[in-house]
């Protein structure tokens, strides 16, 4: 009785590796079956949003993993409004640039789904606000009267510069599927507080001496959102 | 459980995105330093007798010259005002001096019972910074050492001259200067342009008025022409112009006028147009040529000066002193051909040996940084002892911040017959319980310059002012023209000047203020024109910023 027990627990020892390998091969060929094209790892993609419009590559490491490298730039140049602070009329003239290169590895904790946790490491290359802010009336004093460009005007740069950590989650695998993926991802850089310059000049030239207080103020403004929509193909 | 997991992930970082808005421009203050002009002139208008005393009435100013129109009030208006006892002027931007043009005007001073005064100006580039003195004197209250004579005759209206001859006696109360000035009959009274004053029908006729100037007081040399003292502008026989340290002599203004015209010359006569005079010669003065005592017999000459002129002309004659033989007093007759300012002088052709000098002063802290300048009032004499054994001082007068050069703070040079030793006397916020004092010599080209050392007896602190105003949240650099005063709290003193702030300094951060002791209180105040500003029981601490909170009505003007 006993033999015929340890018989059929030897048995079923040897037989539980074979009976395993033969579930994971069946796995692997259903997944097979299922996505034939990732036995193409690279993809390009253009991808645009929050804080810019660029290109990608990426590599798929393995079935959760992929590997991306990419750049995204804005610029606006010359908005220019008129504005009233203090009661004085301003002109304010604003140019926003942002040239950040990425390097980031996303992570799918399934491959039924396209949802992703994405992290990794972003250089910020002068991202931020330059505004020139000039008075638009000439001030009189007496029978006086100073010009505006007497008075001077403020060139007043926000800027962050630096390698930026971030993570992230989304939508959509960096090295799609089929032929032609789409994703969406949101996360936010963690770039420190920005750098402050103040160039005045004329009469308000003193005023580059707010630039350390103004840098205080703007320490909180450390986290930098990213808002991107990609549109990748696969080689 | 994952799906959980990621689901608080996405929040997380959905939250750290948006980081909750500070207030951007907490604490951030636009600074502004008004630029839009550099120069400024000041001038403290006070009693000439009596420093202390304000003037009575209004002060009428008027501008004239060349360059009067670059030439405002302080507030940037034509409305010249005395504010606290002091009259500031700016140059307008745009009109500012060059290397090769300075400007020239001159500013005329008129209130009811005083003399008039005027003072001229002419500021090179980077002159920055020109304080002097208006100093006005009382004609009902002179000192003995100014006689004011007054005197009038009657006109023949068919001939338009004196119907009797007029003399007048003229002369200071402690009768150094002395004249006697007898207008003839035969003499037609001529206009500035040189035509006959015809008297008018009930005309008050013709009125004279001496002013005598004994010279040997500094109230009496305050009163000289141009506000310069002794130092006056001389034209040479070749022509050449000198600025002169004048040696003492009875100086006497002669004005007159025909039923209100100004007279300015005369014409007919029997010395051929001109009015008689006779002028005592002080039995104290020196004859230069010889050495001694004058006496009968010697040669004297007269100069003048004429109004709307620049320089003292010396007259083409030389005069004989003769003796009078009951009183034995000298004396020289002159004839007047114009009327204007007169003085006794050396014979024409007695060229004596001019020394070109000059005095300065300059302020060393004795540290290396911020040493700023000081601001102050600088008394200078020369004195002489006379024959008879009475000191005899010339006055000049430094006025305006002494920084560490001397060759750029406010000095002045001339030529001087006489070499005497200069005596400083430092005034108004310099002085000796605060400063050690020396003198050094320096040479500039031809002149030999006398130089006042002040060095700080203690090591002095450092501060620094700024004007805040409220409704603009903005910080303004004091512009050139804010005057600071102060006192030590509740000691009842009255505010003394401790700086003006000019286009030199208004971008330093600091000056430093030998008057001001470490950690004591003090009350001060600020004056820019009509406004003033008291900040009362401030504690003085070494390298401090001080915020001045100005009044709406400053900063309105300012456009804040």
Known sequence: MSKSILSIVLGLVFMAPTVAQDSTAAKKAATDELYPLWQNRHAIAISGGLPGFGLEYAYNLNRSLNLRAGFLAFTFNDFNTDMDISGQSVNVNANLTSTVFDLMLEYQPSTQSSFKLVAGLGYLNNVGLNTLILLNDDIGYGDLVIDNEEIGDIDLTVSWTGIAPYMGFGFGRAVPKKRVGFGIEVGTYYAGGPNVDIDASGMLENTSEEEAELENNLASYAWMPRLMARLAIKL | MKKSFLSLLALVLITVACTPTDDILDDFQVHISPTFYKYVVEIDVEDLANPETPINGTVNISITGPDADAIYNIDGTKNFKVNFGTLQLMVSKDAEPTPSNPLDFKVRFEANGYKRTELNFSIAEEDYYIADNAQMLNLANLPSSIGSTSANGGIDPNTNQLAQPLVVNAGSADSLAKIKLTVPTDVKFLDADGNEIVGKKGGTGLNVNILSLSDTSEAAQAAFPNGTGLIQIVQN?????????????????????????????????????????????????????????????????????????????????????????????????????????????????????????????????????????????????????????????????????????????????????????????????????????????????????????????????????????????????????????????????????????????????????????????????ARFNDVQKDTLNVQVVDGRVYDVIMPNRACNSLGL
Not at chain 2, 237 to 264: K, Q, S
Not at chain 2, 325 to 335: A, D, G
Not at chain 2, 346 to 374: Q, W
Not at chain 2, 388 to 397: A, E, N, Q
């Open chain 2, 237 to 525: 026989e070749d022509g050449t112009i000198d600025t002169l340290l004048l040696d003492h002599a009875g100086t006497f203004d002669i004005n007159m006028d025909l039923d209100g015209t100004p007279v300015r010359a005369f014409s007919g006569g029997k010395t051929t147009g001109g009015v008689a005079a006779r002028i005592p010669i002080d039995p104290d003065a020196t004859n230069e040529e010889f050495n001694r005592a004058y006496q009968e017999g010697d040669s004297v000459s007269l100069m003048s000066l004429s109004e709307g002129d620049i320089a003292w002309v010396e007259d083409d004659r030389s005069y004989v002193v003769k003796k009078d033989p009951i009183t034995s007093e000298l004396y020289f007759e002159p004839t007047l051909e114009h009327l204007s300012y007169y003085r006794r002088k050396n014979r024409k052709k007695f060229k004596p040996v001019k020394h070109y000098l000059g005095v300065g002063a300059y302020y060393t802290p004795g540290v290396s940084a911020n040493s700023g300048s000081i601001s102050g009032s600088i008394r200078v004499t020369y004195e002489r002892a006379t024959r008879s054994g009475r000191v005899r001082r010339r006055h000049v007068r430094l006025r305006g911040n002494f920084g560490p050069d001397f060759r750029i703070n406010r000095r002045k040079r001339y030529a001087s017959y006489t070499q005497d030793v200069p005596v400083f006397h430092p005034t108004s916020g310099i002085s000796s319980s605060a400063f050690n004092f020396s003198t050094e010599t320096h040479t500039i080209g031809k002149f030999e310059y006398t130089v006042l050392k002040m060095v700080p007896k203690n090591q002095p602190v450092s501060i620094g002012y700024r004007l805040y105003c409220g409704s603009s949240n903005t910080l303004v650099s004091p512009p050139a023209g804010v005057k600071m005063y102060y006192r030590k709290h509740n000691s009842g003193a009255p505010f003394a000047h401790l700086y003006t702030f000019t286009n030199e300094n208004l971008s330093t951060t600091y000056a430093t203020f030998p008057a001001l002791e470490k950690n004591e209180f003090y009350d001060f105040q």
